[in-house]
Nanobody, 115 residues
Framework: QVQLVESGGGLVQPGGSLRLSCAAS????????MGWYRQAPGNQRALVAT???????NVAEAVKDRFTISRDNAKNTVDLQMTSLQPEDTAVYYC?????????WGQGTQVTVSS
C-alpha cells in the first residue's frame, strides 16, 4: 500500500519559516518524480515545486526566491523549505509522487501564516 505522509505544517507569523516533509512508503521512492502542491480555500490546487528522481528541481516563479525543494532517496523523503512566509502562503500543502502513469497524493498538511 502506497502512503505519502506530510508533516511540518502549523501556524507561523509573517516572515517566519517552516520546513515541510513528506515520507513515502510502499513504493520505490527513488523512481518517483516528487512534487509539492498547495490549495488555499476557494482556490484550485496549484503546483509549488517538483524534483526529479536525481534531484533536478523546479520551483514556481511566485515562490522560487523563498521556497526550496529537496529529497533524500535513502530516507524516502521530500522536503519543502519555506522562508519569508506571507499570509498568502496559507494553504493546505500536499506532496505527490508521479510514477509512470500512476500518481499518488498525501493527505496534506495545513500551513497558516498569521500574526
Amino acid at each position: 500500500q502506497v502512503q505519502l505522509v506530510e508533516s511540518g505544517g502549523g501556524l507561523v507569523q509573517p516572515g517566519g519559516s517552516l520546513r515541510l516533509s513528506c515520507a513515502a512508503s510502499g513504493i520505490i521512492f527513488s523512481n518517483c518524480i516528487m512534487g509539492w502542491y498547495r490549495q488555499a480555500p476557494g482556490n484550485q490546487r496549484a503546483l509549488v515545486a517538483t524534483i526529479s528522481s536525481i534531484g533536478s528541481a523546479n520551483v514556481a516563479e511566485a515562490v522560487k526566491d523563498r521556497f526550496t525543494i529537496s529529497r533524500d532517496n535513502a530516507k524516502n523523503t521530500v522536503d519543502l523549505q519555506m522562508t519569508s512566509l506571507q499570509p498568502e502562503d496559507t494553504a493546505v500543502y500536499y506532496c505527490r509522487c508521479w510514477l509512470g502513469a500512476r500518481n499518488y497524493w498525501g493527505q496534506g498538511t495545513q500551513v497558516t501564516v498569521s500574526s
